[in-house]
């Protein structure tokens, strides 16, 4: 599993000046044939119905992830799909589960089951969902990789405290062997890591750079406790990546990235807020970039990195320009 994904894309932004809505699909279209082209692993979108608090909130767009993911499907080749991640509280499991296998048949087995416990919850109160207190979400997550998994394998019963199924026969099957892959997004040690030592294939940590080896060692020691080896399970870093050809054009993106999101670049020569910015993201050139990918991963580190492109996110080349960040990182061929 540990090259499940090495290199991996995740597309969260929809709000493009020139594209109007007509063109909102073509021009993701694009970007998701840009990285099958380019040889990435995995291309991602988020499950939300709102745009993220921090992105502009509820006003802007956004797409229904697996509807896109399912349109995509019949647009690209090679490359996995999947969301980062589905938000356990937004769907029945075991309509979940057909719907991933749905799209596994599209996409003639290239299906992620991407899974976490949801956290956004004014989302929740406006589309009339549920938003459980932590403990029963994350009760509804593991019942729900439980569902997920019978269901792909064609069992048609499960009985847990948080949900069931009885006679839910999922026809056609998942045409991945075994099913899709079940990733976990998440770096909580208490719940998230354990559960993905325990049940995935694969686990997205949402953290800090900084707080990576201490997530990596909680997770060897959790596989450790359930008798599984590091190797059965693919573990990946979400982060931002702004890159260019050199070091200047790089930080002169990353200035206009900031002024555009509202922050006054000048406050990026503070130290206290340019960490702030780069304890999720990486700026500098290819080599840089690529170099700082490469101190991560390796046989004690991650499988991979899962990167956004904020100040790239109009580019449909913009796949091909964090193609050579990668291979630069020894990520990618």
């Not at 075994?178 to 770096?187: D, E, H, R, S, Y």
């Not at 990167?307 to 050579?324: H, N, Q, W, Y």
């Amino acid at each position: 599993m540990r090259k499940l994904i090495r290199a991996g894309l995740q597309v969260p932004f929809f709000s493009i000046p020139t594209v109007g809505a007509e063109r909102i699909f073509e021009h993701t279209a694009s970007i998701a044939q840009c990285a099958d082209q380019e040889g990435f692993d995995a291309l991602f979108v988020m499950d939300h119905f709102f745009q993220l608090p921090f992105l502009g909130g509820p006003t802007e767009p956004m797409l229904e992830g697996y509807s896109l993911l399912s349109a995509l499907a019949a647009r690209t080749r090679s490359v996995r799909l999947g969301t980062l991640v589905t938000g356990v509280t937004y769907r029945n499991p075991a309509l979940l589960a057909k719907t991933i296998t749905t799209l596994d048949v599209i996409s003639g087995g290239r299906a992620i089951a991407g899974l976490g416990a949801a956290w956004y919850e004014e989302e929740h109160k406006a589309f009339g969902y549920d938003f459980p207190p932590t403990a029963k979400r994350f009760e509804l997550l593991e019942n729900t990789v439980d569902i997920i998994k019978a269901m792909f394998h064609g069992e048609t019963e499960f009985s847990g405290p948080a949900a069931s199924i009885s006679g839910a026969h999922n026809v056609p099957g998942p045409l991945s062997q075994n099913g899709p892959p079940v990733l976990i997004g998440g770096a909580g040690e208490r719940r998230t890591l354990p559960l993905a030592a325990k049940r995935a294939d694969a686990s997205n940590l949402n953290c800090t750079i900084g707080e990576v080896p201490r997530r990596l060692a909680v997770l060897r020691d959790c596989l450790k406790a359930e008798g599984r080896d590091r190797d059965s399970l693919n573990v990946t870093l979400l982060c931002s990546v702004v890159t260019a050809d050199t070091d200047s054009d790089a930080e002169e993106k990353f200035r206009a990235m900031a002024a555009e999101h509202g922050t006054d670049p000048g406050l990026l020569d503070n130290p206290e807020v340019r960490g702030a910015f780069l304890d999720r993201m990486m700026v500098g050139c290819i080599d840089k970039v690529g170099g700082q990918m490469s101190s991560l991963c390796g046989p004690d580190g991650l499988d991979g990195i899962i990167a956004m492109l904020p100040a790239d996110a109009s580019d449909p080349a913009g796949p091909t320009l964090l193609a050579k960040v990668f291979r630069s990182a020894g990520l990618m061929d």
